[in-house]
């Protein structure tokens, strides 16, 4: 009976930990005089990011008879450097899972098209320069902290036309396991920076054989 019980929950678990390796993936998408569109995606799931979510109808219930309340104690009020010390020790904690997650979360297919358009041919060009520096020099950065594959970025002028175009779509992915791990990895650090803190405010024990020597 233990056996099957214990093959159960293994069995349990790696199916746990099978979904959990699953990736997630992002699209993202914009065009010119069109809605952007965001969709999130895991197995057979879709969540529409841009969709504002349905109104449910409600059902109308009685309003419940009002409970006469009984005066609750004052709370103390967190003191402001404890509040400043719980803000520095979260914020330092993020570090180790924000940059785990930056690292798993892939882009494996980005497209710009765009089409640079002015006033006239000179004011056209200058945008062109601008927009190019602008768009390269965000690629550059994003390289230094960020897994991109294979983008397909295409800038071109239009000296014709009276406006720009702009044709964006972008997929990333990210393992659900990973995000797990980066949750935990920032909980386990928030919790020892805050238990260090803690130890640090605690006044220093008195020293054994410190007392009692007044009447020597």
């Given at each position: 009976m233990a056996a099957v019980v214990g093959l159960s929950i293994a069995g349990v678990l790696a199916a746990v930990l099978l979904l959990l390796c699953i990736p997630v993936s992002f699209t993202?998408?914009?065009?010119?005089g069109e809605p952007p569109e965001a969709y999130l995606r895991w197995l057979f799931f879709t969540i529409d990011l841009t969709k504002e979510p349905k109104e449910r109808g409600a059902k109308r219930k009685k309003p419940p008879k009002p409970r006469e309340e009984k005066p609750k104690a004052a709370k103390k009020p967190l003191e402001f450097s404890e509040l400043l010390g719980v803000v520095v020790d979260l914020l330092s904690s993020l570090r180790g899972g924000a940059g785990m997650l930056v690292r798993n979360f892939v882009f494996y297919r980005i497209r710009l098209y765009m089409v640079v358009a002015g006033e006239d041919a000179a004011d056209t060009a200058m945008a062109y320069g601008r927009v190019n520096a602008v768009v390269y020099t965000a690629y550059a950065l994003a390289l230094g902290f960020l897994r991109i594959e294979k983008p397909d970025i295409q800038i071109r002028p239009d000296f014709t036309a009276e406006e720009g175009k702009v044709d964006f779509a972008a997929r990333a992915r990210l393992t659900p396991l990973v995000a797990l791990g980066a949750a935990i990895?920032?909980?386990?650090?928030?919790?020892?920076?805050?238990?260090?803190?803690?130890?640090?405010?605690?006044?220093?024990a008195p020293e054994k054989g410190a007392q009692g020597k007044t009447g020597d």
């Open positions: 993202a998408a914009y065009r010119t990895r920032i909980g386990c650090a928030f919790l020892v920076k805050t238990m260090r803190r803690k130890h640090a405010q605690e006044p220093p």
